[in-house]
């Protein structure tokens, strides 16, 4: 399940960029297109997270705080990339989501592929 939850977010993040990117060039309905596929890429996500977090669960352990952790995390990056590109088709500021969009990136990054014991271990 770990290969679906990384394929699913490495999507998320191409389409996220597509969908700003048709955006800023004035391109609405493809934009809208892309994002609707997205929101269906953010169900493949949840899912996939879903699962994962059943099998932390399974194993017990003392990462469960990092795990919650995470999946808050996870849960910030989708709600601020929806924000994100909500707020930028209507006009308004952006700039706090995307700080918002940075943190959640990097606290999820880091407890995936450097602590929690299901992902690839490649910071340490």
Do not use: C
């Not at 493949?44 to 977090?53: E, K, P, Q, R, T």
């Amino acid at each position: 399940m770990t290969h679906l939850h990384i394929t699913s977010w490495v999507l998320a993040l191409i389409l996220f960029a597509a969908v700003l990117v048709l955006s800023n060039q004035g391109k609405e309905k493809p934009a809208k297109i892309l994002q609707m596929i997205l929101r269906l890429d953010y169900l493949f996500i949840l899912y996939s997270g879903g699962d994962l977090f059943a099998n932390y669960l399974g194993t017990g352990g003392a990462t469960f705080g990092e795990v919650i952790v995470k999946v808050l995390a996870g849960l910030w990056i989708i709600a601020a990339m929806e924000m994100i590109v909500m707020k930028k088709a209507k006009g308004k500021p952006v700039s706090g989501w995307w700080i918002q969009w940075g943190i959640a990136l990097v606290i999820a990054l880091v407890l995936g592929f450097g602590r929690l014991p299901l992902g690839f271990q490649w910071f340490s």
